[in-house]
């Protein structure tokens, strides 16, 4: 089970940082990645990290702006947003999943609920 939080509201150009924590200490070695879907479109991949040698993912719309990391201690993935962008309002989701799968896929297993991010100017 998966619990997203860390969401609220920021002004353009700030921070903020969302945690994506699981109880199931199989979720050190799964490839987990951050989702987000703004009013009205889809669901899409911002960020992701592999279980297996920590490589990551950025969509080009965050890139340099945002910041997927892990700490197998705490059993949680972190993504640290900054130089927030109205655009970058959205409900944000973490997934995880075995390895083994493209970025593209979008095949995940376990999805954690949703939490808001709310970029105001």
């Known amino acids: 089970q998966l619990q997203a939080s860390g969401g609220g ?7 903020l940082r969302l945690s994506c924590a699981a109880s199931d200490r199989t979720f050190i070695t799964a490839d987990v990645s951050w989702f987000r879907q703004a009013p009205g479109q889809g669901r899409v991949i911002v960020s992701g990290i592999r279980g297996y040698g920590g490589s990551t993912y950025y969509a080009d719309s965050v890139k340099g702006r945002f910041t997927i990391t892990r700490d197998t201690a705490k059993n949680t993935v972190y993504l640290q947003m900054n130089n927030l962008k109205l655009e970058d309002t959205a409900v944000y989701f973490c997934a995880a999943r075995g390895s083994g799968y493209g970025w593209a896929d979008p095949v995940y297993e376990h999805w954690g609920l949703g939490t808001q991010v709310t970029v105001s100017s």
């Not at 509201?9 to 921070?15: E, I, K, M, R, Y």
Request: proline fraction near 0%; aromatic fraction near 0%; charge should be neutral.
């Open 9 to 15: 509201s920021a002004q353009t150009g700030g921070s």
